[in-house]
């Protein structure tokens, strides 16, 4: 679904990441405890589901 939604933007596809790590950075998020109800983290305050698809990004714990 948000890999759709950030096409709506047109990024380049070099600039997002691959399925498999999303899903990794994805599934470590989930156990953080700085992750909110609404997805987004209360450390840096992004939206992780878009963030976990750009490839440049970084968990502000260096967790992925």
Known sequence: MWL???????IPQ???????KKEFR???CQ???DLTAINTCANCHCVMPAKWWLEA???PKQKW
């Open 26 to 28: 994805k599934a470590i």
């Open 31 to 33: 156990t953080c405890e």
């Open 14 to 20: 070099h600039f997002l990441t691959t399925k498999e």
């Open 4 to 10: 759709d939604d950030l096409k709506l933007y047109d």
């Open 57 to 59: 990004a970084e968990c």
